[in-house]
């Protein structure tokens, strides 16, 4: 079975770092695009950042701009997010997720997901 492993959530305080893990288990991913989503309680999945296969295209959802960098690890089919600069509204269970093609924002167009990692910033 095809699994998005996410790894690297944890408790911080505001103001600190993170740095997520998400690599594959049972395939590569080949000239996918792959991106990072996040679940706040009561709120709808939403895009966080994504990076394209080469790594040479990367997307950031405005409120996380300046403050985390998605990069795909030496062998294309990890990717990773550096979280800096923490807040409390980025408290979310973060998903990795995969697609094939360009780098894209809409959850609806990616076809592999992980189970997710818990981030918990606290004020």
């Known amino acids: 079975q095809v699994q998005l492993v996410e790894s690297g959530g944890g408790l911080v305080q505001a103001g600190g770092s993170l740095r997520l893990s998400c690599a594959p288990s049972?395939?590569?991913?080949?000239?996918?695009?792959m991106g990072w989503f996040r679940q706040a309680p009561g709120k709808e999945r939403e895009f966080v950042a994504a990076?394209?296969?080469?790594?040479?295209?990367?997307n950031y959802a405005d409120s996380v701009k300046g403050r985390f960098t998605i990069s795909r690890g030496n062998a294309k089919n990890s990717v990773y997010l550096q979280m800096n600069s923490l807040k409390f509204e980025d408290t979310a269970v973060y998903y990795c997720?995969?697609?094939?093609?360009?780098?894209?924002?809409?959850?609806?167009?990616?076809?592999?997901w992980g189970q997710g990692t818990q981030v918990t910033v606290s004020s």
């Open positions: 049972g395939r590569t991913f080949s000239h996918y695009a």
């Open positions: 990076t394209s296969w080469t790594g040479g295209s990367t």
């Open positions: 997720a995969a697609k094939e093609g360009v780098v894209d924002h809409t959850v609806a167009n990616y076809d592999y």
